[in-house]
């Protein structure tokens, strides 16, 4: 049995009466600023993690580890290049680690216990200070190790938006929205076929002439999902008058799954890929969100209706992966019309030809998969060997690197640089430049190019963005010389 027939069996029907709490309500009352007010001794944010509970809709409420009572937790509102302090206080059992995905930080502040960020431990709490940068959607996640304990790590409800503002944005938006795209209740399977990963098409530039005949591990999947913290008619829609622009950033918080979203009668406009401004905008059917991507999108009211905004993949979508759109006095049940489904494509965003320096050394990195290689998991490979990779890839400040990411694997990775931005140079043999990001979706059996610069002492995470993935084996330590 694979993925969509479990998922038919679990799927829900589409509710048309919205609940009595709004999901965006909830999401705007939990907004964080720092004011110009606060105590010298008093942090400008603080982060309680403890569990909580998720009230998907009025029959599914289940319980999970969150930040300050919600989850995601409060979208925070920081001023680009203005020093500022974060205490969390950790209320669980467990050592915790807060990731501040997308940052230029140092590393003993992003988070990462690869890198010597010092855990919060059990029942105490820690201050530290950072300065955010560089401006955009960027966002923060616990990086704690999960294993085979799915209720630790990416698969609990520590996540939420952070929102660096650089000063810089002329848009006028007659609505503003923070959409993360989450799945929930993870279970282990042999039985889970990536019907959605959108990468199968592609031209295979590094599927192996041989392939393993060993049967797969268990792999993580999910039946359960939703926009913030509700499933698809639980939440009062997003209610929208005729001639309105929205500005939405999305985030792709799953710790399992890539994934395909539209919304039914309307184009999106892309504007910036992981809260970085995209040099050719484009105006599309759908878009296509790796785990950990973001994306800044601006949508035009001119369709009026009740619409769905969700998953392209029918039966993930009424599993919960979706959100009502109503126009202002349309009365009607939610339409759903599928979009017209073109290949991925992150050239499109780019220009011809890059201003940036050209690389002055290249990395390889080849991506294996050895199936059930960890016992019941499987073990995934960077050159041949699991993490760690001592002293492997040892970098000069200030020199300009390639990375060959050949994926020779058939799952399509997020891959993601901590505490870098990469500019995207090729995908699959197609070229591009000018397009900055700091995850990419390398595809099924194939290949992806970045360039970057070692502009950011200390060490540097590499690594799937999956969390079994990164578990067992696929991280490397980037280390400066």
């Known amino acids: 049995m694979n993925r969509r027939s479990l998922l038919k069996l679990g799927g829900m029907a589409l509710a048309q009466a919205a609940a009595s709490r709004s999901l965006f309500g909830k999401q705007a009352a939990a907004t964080l600023s720092p004011t110009s007010q606060v ?3 008093k942090a400008d944010y603080t982060l309680r ?4 509970t998720v009230e998907l809709d009025r029959s599914h409420i289940l319980s999970t580890i969150g930040y300050n009572g919600t989850a995601p937790g409060p979208v925070l509102r920081m001023r680009e290049g203005k020093r500022i302090t974060i205490e969390v206080v950790n209320d669980t059992d467990t050592p915790e680690l ?8 140092p590393s003993e502040v992003d988070g990462t216990e690869e890198e010597g960020s010092p855990l919060v431990p059990p029942r105490q709490k820690r201050r530290f200070s950072l300065t955010p940068s560089p401006a955009g959607t960027r966002w923060y ?7 085979d304990d799915l209720h630790k790590g990416a698969y609990t409800g520590q996540f939420g938006f952070v929102y660096v503002d650089g000063g810089r944005d002329p848009g006028q938006y007659d609505q503003e929205l923070f959409l993360a795209l989450r799945d929930w209740e993870p279970f ?10 959108d990468t199968h098409g592609g031209t295979l530039l590094e599927k192996p002439a041989t392939l393993s005949t060993d049967p797969d591990g268990l792999e993580v999947g999910s039946m359960t999902y939703s926009i913030n913290d509700k499933a698809l008619g639980s939440a009062d829609p997003i209610r929208v008058r005729q001639g309105q622009r929205l500005l939405i950033h999305f985030l792709n918080a799953s710790a399992i799954e890539n994934r395909r979203i539209a919304l039914a009668g309307h184009k ?5 890929l992981d809260g970085n401004p995209a040099p050719s905008p484009q105006t599309l059917d759908s878009i296509f969100i790796g785990a950990g991507e973001r994306m800044d999108v601006e949508i035009e009211m001119n369709n009026p209706g009740v619409w769905i905004l969700g998953s392209t993949e029918k039966v993930v979508r009424e599993s919960g992966l979706g959100v009502v759109l109503e126009y202002a006095d349309q009365h009607r049940p939610p339409q759903w019309i599928d979009s017209p489904k073109a290949p991925w494509d992150y050239t499109i965003f780019g220009t011809a030809n890059s201003s940036s320096p050209l690389p002055q050394q290249t990395i390889e990195l080849i991506f294996e998969k050895v199936p059930s290689g960890a016992g019941k998991f499987n073990l995934w490979l960077v050159n041949g060997k699991p993490y760690p990779h001592d002293r492997e890839f040892v970098l000069e400040r200030g020199t300009r690197y390639r990375l060959v990411m050949r994926n020779r694997t058939d799952d399509a990775h997020p891959m993601h640089l901590h505490r870098h931005l990469w500019e995207l140079v090729e995908i699959n043999g ?3 430049a000018g397009v900055i990001k700091d995850t990419v979706v390398v595809p099924y059996y194939g290949r992806a190019i970045v360039d970057f610069t070692a502009d950011q002492p200390g060490l540097s995470l ?13 991280k490397a330590l980037f280390r400066y010389a």
């Open 39 to 41: 105590p010298e001794n």
């Open 49 to 52: 993690i403890a569990p909580v």
């Open 98 to 105: 807060v990731h501040w995905h997308g940052l230029l930080i």
């Open 141 to 147: 996640h616990s990086h704690a190790m999960a294993m």
């Open 188 to 197: 282990f399977t042999a039985a889970m076929d990536d019907e959605d990963d």
């Open 268 to 272: 999106m406009k892309v504007i910036a």
């Open 430 to 432: 197609k070229k591009t």
């Open 462 to 474: 590499f690594h799937c963005h999956l969390q079994q993935h990164m578990d067992y084996g696929f």
